[in-house]
């Protein structure tokens, strides 16, 4: 989208479609107050959620009143933040004083916090205007998002498909034009994958990075850091400069990086119209000076192909241990779930533990030697909204993890990692590259993300669903 669309779009139906980085412009210029750009939102709300189903929980009237104190800020020259007055989403496992958190499960169907997630805190002391809660699967534990309290959240680009999990709603919200921005989390890919299902850029930063507190229980270790959804690398790097708990440290130069193409992972499937699409944008990177070899991932992946289904196993066993009621209410499934995680032997956390250090000691000697890896987002294209994963990848079998073999090994070696769009399929879906980089690398890997953005010519496209 071009940077000066706001002087070229007059008419109010567009704003929507502003990022928000030119939302920004647009109130310093005064051709936009923040109260109009959120009657936007909510117009735009209004027309294609009920279609796509990706906010499950509004908050109208305080939404508008403090836009209203945002321009009021605005008229004065005296913004909070680079984002007072941009409108933002939050996942429904990121508690909200004032809106519900169910996490998509009936056992908190009423569940009222009493604190913001320091995320959301942080965005509101900064002037951002929280619209309401996106959809989530069940405890945020599938690659698509449905639950039984709120429904099916659809792809914007082609609604008979999933836009993936378990920040679909997120993504389906800002894809749609709801809002620019949106707080997701992810755990093994669930911002990154979902983003590239919908043509966003989903980042995932290193832990620690993005202090968390007043949150929901963990049940994936300290995989699941709180993840950024954007329209444009421009705007990830604003919103995580106003939420990291500390600046940035990491001053290389990102011009020319020695980088490794994974184009596959093992023998697992990949949808070919994918490895093309990312194949041709290492093509590019490799023509802006940086150093470009393609290759396996040189890490051993083979201790977590039992470690991390039983990871969630046994996040559940501790939830449901420490809150029977939150257990009753859960699905079966879940259920189930838990009674797995509590029937594995007690020396297998500390089994685990051990798969998850020897991976980290061997990520940071790899990135001795390399800068960035480059991989696809996700294996397969978005798949039809009744399934919980593409039975069938490229043509090959799939089992029920294999659309995610490139996102969740960097959640456990705890590294930034980003997903942007690179070319989209023939029939049009949205295709998205990772870039993964060494703990802390999180400047680097937006710095690269910002170059390889401004070379890629097919990005900045909506799609049709109003």
Not at 173 to 192: K, Y
Request: glycine share 10%; aromatic share 6%.
């Amino acid at each position: 989208m071009s940077r000066d669309l706001f002087t070229a779009r007059a008419a109010d139906a567009e704003v929507w479609q502003l990022a928000a980085e030119e939302l920004q412009r647009a109130y310093r210029s005064g051709q936009l107050t923040p109260l109009t750009a959120a009657h936007a939102c909510l117009q735009r709300l209004d027309a294609v959620n009920p279609r796509i189903n990706a906010v499950v929980a509004r908050r109208d009237e305080a939404f508008l009143r403090e836009a209203a104190a945002s321009a009021r800020r605005h008229a004065a020259g005296r913004p909070l933040s680079p984002l007072d007055g941009v409108p933002f989403t939050a996942k429904d496992n990121l508690p909200t004083h004032d809106l519900p958190t169910t996490w998509g499960t009936p056992a908190l169907h009423d569940f009222r916090p009493e604190h913001d997630e320091t995320a959301v805190a942080r965005l509101r002391a900064a002037g951002a205007l929280l619209l309401g809660k996106t959809n989530v699967p069940e405890f945020t534990l599938e690659g698509t998002t449905s639950n039984a309290l709120f429904g099916t959240t659809r792809n914007p680009w082609d609604l008979r498909l999933t836009p993936g999990g378990s920040s679909g709603g997120a993504v389906a919200a800002v894809a749609a034009g709801i809002a620019p921005l949106a707080l997701g989390t992810d755990g093994g890919g669930s911002t990154r994958r979902p983003a590239a299902h919908t043509g966003l850029v989903g980042f995932k930063p290193s832990i620690g990075v993005i202090a968390r507190a007043h949150g929901l229980p963990p049940l994936l270790l300290d995989f699941e850091v709180v993840g950024l959804i954007a329209r444009t690398v421009a705007d990830t790097a604003m919103l995580l400069n106003v939420l990291r708990a500390a600046p940035g440290t990491d001053a290389r130069d990102a011009r020319r990086l020695r980088i490794l193409h994974v184009g596959r992972m093992g023998s697992l499937p990949i949808a070919p119209e994918i490895a093309d699409a990312v194949h041709a944008a290492t093509r590019l990177l490799a023509g802006a000076g940086h150093v470009v070899e393609s290759g396996p991932l040189p890490l051993d992946l083979s201790g977590f192909d039992r470690a991390w289904p039983q990871v969630a196993q046994l996040g559940l066993a501790r939830l449901f241990e420490a809150r029977p009621a939150w257990g009753a209410g859960a699905s079966a499934k879940y259920r189930e779930m838990a009674a797995q995680g509590a029937a594995l032997p007690a020396a297998r956390p500390a089994e685990i533990d051990s798969h998850v250090q020897a991976l980290r000691r061997e990520a940071a000697l790899l990135f001795e030697r390399i800068d960035v890896i480059v991989t696809p987002a996700t294996a397969a294209l978005p798949w039809p909204v009744e399934d919980a994963y593409p039975a069938r990848i490229g043509g090959e079998p799939a089992g029920p993890r294999d659309h995610a073999a490139f996102t969740w090994w960097a959640n456990a070696a705890g590294l930034p990692a980003i997903a942007l769009p690179c070319r989209p399929s023939r029939a049009g879906l949205p295709i998205g590259l990772q870039l993964v980089g060494a703990a802390g690398s999180d400047d680097l890997l937006l710095a690269l993300a910002a170059q390889l953005e401004q070379l890629q010519p097919w990005s900045g496209r909506w799609p049709d669903i109003a």
